[in-house]
Nanobody, 117 residues
Framework: VQLQASGGGLVQPGGSLRLSCAAS????????MGWYRQAPGKQRELVATDTRGSTDYADSVKGRFTLSRDNAKNTVYLQMNSLKPEDTAVYSC?????????????WGHGTQVTVSS
């Protein structure tokens, strides 16, 4: 599985950004797709994931971020609204595959999101 991420950038507090992540390769085995982020000096944390139509969000982004999935394009989108400075981080796309008893995680390149005035 290969993941191509796009989006990110610099935005003022209260602004919006959209991240995209397109999957290719053995997409039939993808069970879950989503986004994680890592801020400087902090551990990587889950932002939002979609597991076969069931979406989970970190408490810190609920009501502000929306994860959507376009199965025809094998792409997930993370719409980020009402951005706060604490959302500043490197965001990474993740895909988890399950093949029998084998579980594997794939990562796209990270994209920087900076929220600052």
């Amino acid at each position: 599985v290969q993941l191509q991420a796009s989006g990110g950038g610099l935005v003022q507090p209260g602004g919006s950004l959209r991240l995209s992540c397109a999957a290719s390769g053995s997409i039939f085995s993808i069970n879950r797709m989503g986004w994680y982020r890592q801020a400087p000096g902090k551990q990587r944390e889950l932002v939002a994931t979609d597991t076969r139509g069931s979406t989970d969000y970190a408490d810190s982004v609920k009501g502000r971020f929306t994860l959507s999935r376009d199965n025809a394009k094998n792409t997930v989108y993370l719409q980020m609204n009402s951005l706060k400075p604490e959302d500043t981080a490197v965001y990474s796309c993740n895909a988890r595959t399950i093949d029998g008893t084998r579980i594997a995680d794939y990562w796209g390149h990270g994209t920087q999101v900076t929220v600052s005035s």
